[in-house]
């Protein structure tokens, strides 16, 4: 029997967001190098060009198979929505098994529609925790981690996390972070000055990303970030392409107003990584960016009370702040005053991509 034989039902990926995009890369193409019968299934959770398609054209990735087309909503309207797309995908498709990423609601409502039919799940990214139950996302982590047969974990800390959930031990397999492979794979095509020019970007900047509901969604929050963004603006150039989420209420709030601000429409990966790598310090509220600002070596400052990827803070330049310390903090990182460390968190090294191909065609082999 040769390896293609092994998996007789496809398996299936599926995908919401833009980073599950970027994290589902080098798993797609290891397994398609093992022999592995893939589907992937596109939820349309983020349904602008430039939040999905374009990430399909620059990393390679498959057309999906099917898209769900499911769009915005309420979090109860959109996972309802999307647990009736996916169960009829799911039914139609009999899957060997179900790979979901990260932690938005398209990875919570796949885990719990192919539990109910028996189909085994696997998910990339598992183990991560803030801690902060009123995150959306911490509550679709932990109970995508409790339904899932395979848990590929990123950092040694989130095997404990998941231990002390009671996850059996052999569930959890520390592979390194798929996003960091994708990152290292295109780091010849992240071109700032071609970038800068393109988009007529300032020579020094900070390039900032806010999407987070605790710093969007309410209007008051919202204008409060503003002022403070304002004051980064102050000490330079601010670059912010506006996320969908919560562009109304940052617009509202003057975001624009400032001479120093220059507002961006969203960015294709490589394009935003570019401008990644040429910013003299990033502002944040996202999960992903504090990973690839670690490997790239850029100052990132996270506006959040907390955060799961604590191996951002120790192994890498990332720094946790609040509103009221973020001007100084960008003063100082501006300044010079924000170095991370040279070493690099274990396994971040272009290869989990392979690591989780292998393990999950033993698993359906077996």
Same mark, same amino acid.
């Given at each position: 029997?040769?390896?293609?034989?092994?998996?007789?039902?496809?398996?299936?990926?599926?995908?919401?967001?833009?980073?599950?995009?970027?994290?589902?890369?080098?798993?797609?193409?290891?397994?398609?190098?093992?022999?592995?019968?893939?589907?992937?299934? +596109?939820?349309?959770?983020?349904?602008?060009?430039?939040?999905?398609?374009?990430?399909?054209?620059?990393?390679?990735?498959?057309?999906?198979?099917?898209?769900?087309?499911?769009?915005?909503?309420?979090?109860?309207?959109?996972?309802?929505?999307?647990?009736?797309?996916?169960?009829?995908?799911?039914?139609?498709?009999?899957?060997?098994?179900?790979?979901?990423?990260?932690?938005?609601?398209?990875?919570?409502?796949?885990?719990?529609?192919?539990?109910?039919?028996?189909?085994?799940?696997?998910?990339?990214?598992?183990?991560?925790?803030?801690?902060?139950?009123?995150?959306?996302?911490?509550?679709?982590?932990?109970?995508?981690?409790?339904?899932?047969?395979?848990?590929?974990?990123?950092?040694?800390?989130?095997?404990?996390?998941?231990?002390?959930?009671?996850?059996?031990?052999?569930?959890?397999?520390?592979?390194?972070?798929?996003?960091?492979?994708?990152?290292?794979?295109?780091?010849?095509?992240?071109?700032?000055?071609?970038?800068?020019?393109? +988009?007529?970007?300032?020579?020094?900047?900070?390039?900032?990303?806010? +999407?987070?509901?605790?710093?969007?969604?309410?209007?008051?929050?919202?204008?409060?970030?503003?002022?403070?963004?304002?004051?980064?603006?102050?000490?330079?150039?601010?670059?912010?392409?506006?996320?969908?989420?919560?562009?109304?209420?940052?617009?509202?709030?003057?975001?624009?107003?400032?001479?120093?601000? +220059?507002?961006?429409?969203?960015?294709?990966?490589?394009?935003?990584?570019?401008?990644?790598?040429?910013?003299?310090?990033?502002?944040?509220?996202?999960?992903?960016?504090?990973?690839?600002?670690?490997?790239?070596?850029?100052?990132?400052?996270?506006?959040?009370?907390?955060?799961?990827?604590?191996?951002?803070?120790?192994?890498?330049?990332?720094?946790?702040?609040?509103?009221?310390?973020?001007?100084?903090?960008?003063?100082?990182?501006?300044?010079?005053?924000?170095?991370?460390?040279?070493?690099?968190?274990?396994?971040?090294?272009?290869?989990?991509?392979?690591?989780?191909?292998?393990?999950?065609?033993?698993?359906?082999?077996?």
């Amino acid at each position: 029997m040769n390896r293609r034989e092994i998996v007789l039902a496809p398996i299936v990926h599926v995908l919401g967001a833009r980073p599950n995009f970027v994290k589902a890369a080098p798993v797609i193409g290891a397994l398609d190098a093992a022999g592995a019968e893939q589907a992937v299934v +596109h939820t349309g959770q983020h349904y602008d060009a430039r939040m999905s398609e374009i990430f399909f054209e620059e990393l390679g990735l498959p057309e999906p198979d099917v898209n769900l087309g499911v769009g915005s909503g309420s979090h109860a309207a959109q996972t309802a929505a999307l647990m009736t797309g996916l169960e009829q995908e799911f039914t139609s498709r009999s899957p060997a098994l179900v790979i979901v990423y990260g932690d938005v609601n398209s990875t919570i409502a796949a885990a719990l529609v192919a539990a109910k039919l028996h189909i085994p799940v696997a998910h990339v990214e598992a183990g991560l925790r803030s801690f902060d139950m009123t995150m959306p996302e911490e509550v679709n982590r932990r109970l995508t981690d409790q339904l899932s047969d395979l848990c590929f974990v990123t950092s040694p800390e989130a095997v404990g996390h998941l231990a002390n959930e009671g996850v059996a031990v052999e569930r959890a397999h520390f592979v390194g972070n798929p996003m960091i492979d994708t990152l290292l794979a295109n780091l010849d095509a992240f071109d700032t000055d071609r970038v800068r020019t393109d +988009h007529a970007l300032p020579d020094r900047y900070v390039l900032a990303t806010m +999407h987070r509901p605790a710093n969007v969604d309410d209007p008051a929050t919202a204008a409060a970030l503003v002022t403070h963004l304002h004051g980064v603006a102050d000490l330079t150039d601010l670059v912010i392409p506006v996320h969908p989420r919560g562009r109304a209420n940052l617009l509202a709030a003057g975001l624009d107003t400032h001479p120093g601000v +220059h507002i961006l429409e969203p960015l294709g990966y490589i394009d935003f990584i570019a401008a990644v790598r040429g910013a003299a310090t990033v502002v944040t509220d996202s999960g992903g960016l504090q990973e690839e600002t670690t490997i790239l070596g850029v100052p990132c400052l996270t506006v959040r009370p907390n955060t799961e990827r604590p191996i951002t803070i120790t192994h890498g330049t990332n720094r946790l702040v609040t509103f009221e310390e973020l001007v100084p903090a960008a003063r100082k990182a501006l300044e010079g005053g924000a170095g991370g460390s040279d070493r690099k968190p274990p396994l971040w090294d272009g290869q989990a991509g392979p690591r989780i191909a292998e393990v999950i065609m033993e698993f359906l082999g077996e």
